[in-house]
């Protein structure tokens, strides 16, 4: 319980750009997410790029070691209000 996830389809997209720009198929990704420990298939990768499933802030961490990438790949820069407060 208390587990936090990502609901607003961001994370999802940039999965799909950083999967798109291996040359990755959803089926590769899955793969790769089963040897970090996430229980995936192809359509649970292609669930999570098209929103239609939530991502838990525990499986970033997989999600970005299965890609190589940095979460900041996944979260995406921070907004200039965002970074002044405003």
Known sequence: MGRKMMKDGYVGRNIAQVR???????E????KLQVEG???????????ENGYRNIFAH???MICRALGCRYEDLLGP???SEESGE
């Open 20 to 26: 798109e720009t291996l040359d990755w198929s959803q």
């Open 28 to 31: 590769k990704l899955a793969v």
């Open 38 to 48: 996430l229980d995936a298939s192809r359509s649970t990768v292609s669930n999570m």
């Open 59 to 61: 499986e970033l961490p």
């Open 78 to 80: 921070v907004r200039r």
